[in-house]
């Protein structure tokens, strides 16, 4: 497994800021640029997510996403940032890979990691790294719904299995 260096390691720590700023970014900020296929629209300040006002999204599998954010960063990097409800005994959908490296960070609920990285299983407070091209998955394997989020930087394009 490749090891980040600083530059991928500091874009990471910054992308993860969003997350505990009591900001991020509003979403007119989003709506107001053109948006790219893979690029989204530009990101050139700092704003805020309030959590309740996160549109929800409602899964096939009984689960519930809420989007924050997708957009490219001043310094040029894609990012996108969502929040998953997985119920017990589900999976978000079946282990792929993408160009993108993602964190997902663990907020209640005990979780199975699968794929080609480190498999285990990880709960509240935990984080999980997947790099680039690498094939991975998650199930929740706890008796109470999973809630994580998913912190995706690089391009974004599905790679095939």
Do not use: C, W
């Given at each position: 497994?490749?090891?980040?260096?600083?530059?991928?390691?500091?874009?990471?720590?910054?992308?993860?800021?969003?997350?505990?700023?009591?900001?991020?970014?509003?979403?007119?900020?989003?709506t107001?640029?053109?948006?790219?296929?893979?690029?989204?629209?530009?990101?050139?300040?700092?704003?805020?997510?309030?959590?309740?006002?996160?549109?929800v999204r409602?899964?096939?599998?009984?689960?519930?996403?809420?989007?924050?954010l997708?957009?490219?960063?001043?310094?040029?990097e894609?990012?996108?940032?969502?929040?998953?409800?997985?119920?017990p005994?589900?999976?978000?959908?079946?282990?792929?890979?993408?160009?993108?490296?993602?964190?997902?960070?663990?907020?209640?609920?005990?979780?199975?990691?699968?794929?080609?990285?480190?498999?285990?299983?990880?709960?509240?407070?935990?984080?999980?790294?997947?790099?680039?091209?690498?094939?991975?998955?998650?199930?929740?394997?706890?008796?109470?719904?999973?809630?994580?989020?998913?912190?995706?930087?690089?391009?974004?394009?599905?790679?095939?299995?």
């Open positions: 497994m490749k090891e980040m260096n600083r530059r991928e390691l500091g874009l990471a720590l910054s992308a993860l800021a969003l997350l505990g700023v009591p900001g991020g970014l509003h979403a007119e900020a989003q107001t640029a053109a948006a790219g296929p893979d690029t989204g629209p530009p990101l050139p300040h700092s704003l805020i997510f309030p959590y309740d006002a996160l549109p409602h899964s096939a599998n009984g689960g519930e996403g809420r989007a924050v997708h957009g490219t960063l001043a310094t040029g894609f990012v996108e940032v969502h929040e998953t409800l997985l119920p005994g589900q999976m978000p959908h079946p282990p792929h890979r993408h160009t993108h490296s993602e964190f997902q960070l663990v907020r209640e609920g005990k979780l199975q990691v699968l794929g080609e990285g480190p498999n285990g299983v990880i709960g509240p407070g935990g984080v999980i790294f997947h790099a680039s091209g690498v094939l991975h998955g998650l199930k929740n394997i706890g008796d109470t719904p999973a809630s994580y989020f998913v912190v995706a930087i690089g391009v974004q394009k599905t790679l095939p299995n």
